[in-house]
């Protein structure tokens, strides 16, 4: 659906260089900037100045965006590091005094965390990226309600005092954090489509449920497959953007539009079940661009974990690798790994006696 409020393409992508897009919108007239740029910085200079080079643009469109955000609005840039040839440069370290000679506030640096890093042979493998929060002024909105999650401790209660007995803790949940542990969009995820570095769409729905209200605007730049539409379109936000390649602009018209092309295909498993759970049509009609099995699955089969699972399970694995490096310096006895097999089953081992013992995780 194309709805025109005020001359602004509100629900369209731009196929195209999104600087034109940009100098094309009025200031202040979109509440949320969300987008991941593109980084991988061009082979045909010499490291060091292609990176000034990207930057500078970066700099450009970044005041553009700076320049049509309205005075209540936020803007989050997920950037990862650049390397080459074992250098390496953390991006948002370089984005964070562009984004302050943009005249705009910081709020938060966000680490996305991943459970597996890149192989890493002469440097420590990297596991994170980040998000940098910036607001225009300090009259932005921040709904936490919308995105609160479980306590940890969720049933703890006051021992004594005049609260005695009542729950120590928010019973509708905590500030997620500024550690966020989406799982990457690749192997395996519904959403993957062919895009090879996609948003997942539980990370933007953190984003726009934070800082925007039903009915404002959305922009990203840098569409790649949709995935700032598509979330915009399920909650009710307007969205608008940009995206050089063509076959990435086709995929996200295709996310936005839910139905099958005409060969029965999906741009992704997701978008293949939502509209199974929808219509009631037989699941095996359907094919998905980057099917690798016979036939879709259905979604009820499918093992989903949400993020508080990652989470914890990141932090255990973390403990235990601290704690098996803690006792081989002092050397102890290393722990044995709880999920050798990694497919959360049961997993035998090897006692010292050369028995077979079976541990049960994730029970
Ligand atoms: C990191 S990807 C964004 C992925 C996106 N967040 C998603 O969930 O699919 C960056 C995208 O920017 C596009 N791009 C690169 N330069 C561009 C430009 N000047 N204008 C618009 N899009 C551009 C690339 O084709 C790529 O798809």
Same mark, same amino acid.
């Given at each position: *659906?194309?709805?025109?409020?005020?001359?602004?393409?509100?629900?369209?992508?731009?196929?195209?260089?999104?600087?034109?897009?940009?100098?094309?919108?009025?200031?202040?007239?979109?509440?949320?900037?969300?987008?991941?740029?593109?980084?991988?910085?061009?082979?045909?200079?010499?490291?060091?100045?292609?990176?000034?080079?990207?930057?500078?643009?970066?700099?450009?469109?970044?005041?553009?965006?700076?320049?049509?955000?309205?005075? &209540?609005?936020?803007?989050? !840039?997920?950037?990862?590091?650049?390397?080459?040839?074992? *250098?390496?440069?953390?991006?948002?370290?370089?984005?964070?005094?562009?984004?302050?000679?943009?005249?705009?506030?910081?709020?938060?640096?966000?680490? !996305?965390?991943?459970?597996?890093?890149?192989?890493?042979?002469?440097?420590?493998?990297?596991?994170?990226?980040?998000?940098? !929060?910036?607001?225009?002024?300090?009259?932005?909105?921040?709904?936490?309600?919308?995105?609160?999650?479980?306590?940890?401790?969720?049933?703890?209660?006051?021992?004594?005092?005049?609260?005695?007995?009542?729950?120590?803790?928010?019973?509708?949940?905590?500030?997620?954090?500024?550690? !966020?542990?989406?799982?990457?969009?690749?192997?395996?995820?519904?959403?993957?489509?062919?895009?090879?570095?996609?948003?997942?769409?539980?990370?933007?729905?953190?984003?726009?449920?934070?800082?925007?209200? &039903?009915?404002?605007?959305?922009?990203?730049?840098? *569409?790649?497959?949709?995935?700032?539409?598509?979330?915009?379109?399920?909650?009710?936000?307007?969205?608008?953007?940009?995206?050089?390649?063509?076959?990435?602009?086709?995929?996200?018209?295709?996310?936005?539009?839910?139905?099958?092309?005409?060969?029965?295909?999906?741009?992704?498993?997701?978008?293949?079940?939502?509209?199974?759970?929808?219509?009631?049509?037989?699941?095996?009609?359907?094919?998905?661009?980057?099917?690798?099995?016979?036939?879709?699955?259905?979604?009820?089969?499918?093992?989903?974990?949400?993020?508080?699972?990652?989470?914890?399970? *990141?932090?255990?694995?973390?403990?235990?690798?601290?704690?098996?490096?803690?006792?081989?310096?002092?050397?102890?006895?290393?722990?044995?790994?709880?999920?050798?097999?990694?497919?959360?089953?049961?997993?035998?081992?090897?006692?010292?006696?050369?028995?077979?013992?079976?541990?049960?995780?994730?029970?």
């Amino acid at each position: *659906m194309t709805i025109e409020t005020n001359n602004l393409p509100l629900n369209q992508i731009i196929l195209g260089d999104c600087i034109e897009l940009l100098k094309s919108l009025p200031d202040e007239c979109v509440d949320l900037v969300v987008s991941s740029p593109p980084y991988n910085l061009g082979k045909e200079y010499e490291a060091k100045k292609a990176l000034e080079i990207y930057l500078e643009e970066q700099t450009s469109v970044l005041r553009e965006c700076s320049r049509i955000l309205k005075s &209540t609005g936020s803007l989050f !840039w997920q950037v990862g590091a650049f390397s080459d040839r074992g *250098m390496l440069i953390p991006l948002d370290i370089r984005f964070f005094p562009i984004l302050e000679s943009c005249g705009l506030i910081p709020r938060n640096r966000i680490i !996305w965390a991943r459970q597996h890093g890149l192989h890493a042979q002469k440097k420590f493998s990297c596991r994170h990226e980040t998000i940098l !929060w910036f607001t225009k002024s300090d009259n932005y909105t921040f709904n936490l309600d919308a995105i609160r999650v479980p306590q940890k401790y969720q049933n703890k209660k006051h021992y004594r005092g005049s609260r005695k007995g009542e729950l120590s803790c928010n019973p509708n949940g905590k500030n997620p954090g500024d550690i !966020w542990l989406f799982r990457n969009v690749k192997h395996n995820h519904e959403e993957q489509t062919i895009h090879p570095c996609q948003f997942p769409e539980d990370l933007v729905a953190r984003i726009i449920l934070a800082t925007t209200h &039903t009915g404002e605007i959305v922009f990203d730049p840098y *569409m790649g497959s949709g995935t700032v539409a598509v979330v915009s379109q399920d909650y009710e936000r307007f969205f608008i953007g940009a995206e050089l390649e063509n076959k990435y602009y086709h995929i996200a018209l295709r996310r936005l539009s839910k139905k099958p092309d005409k060969n029965n295909y999906f741009p992704n498993l997701k978008t293949l079940r939502d509209y199974v759970e929808t219509t009631g049509e037989s699941i095996n009609k359907f094919r998905f661009d980057v099917q690798v099995a016979k036939r879709p699955s259905e979604r009820s089969k499918a093992k989903i974990y949400p993020e508080e699972y990652h989470l914890q399970s *990141m932090e255990e694995r973390l403990l235990y690798e601290e704690t098996a490096f803690a006792n081989s310096l002092r050397g102890e006895e290393i722990p044995v790994d709880p999920k050798l097999n990694g497919n959360g089953k049961k997993t035998k081992l090897a006692d010292k006696k050369g028995e077979q013992i079976e541990l049960n995780l994730w029970d």
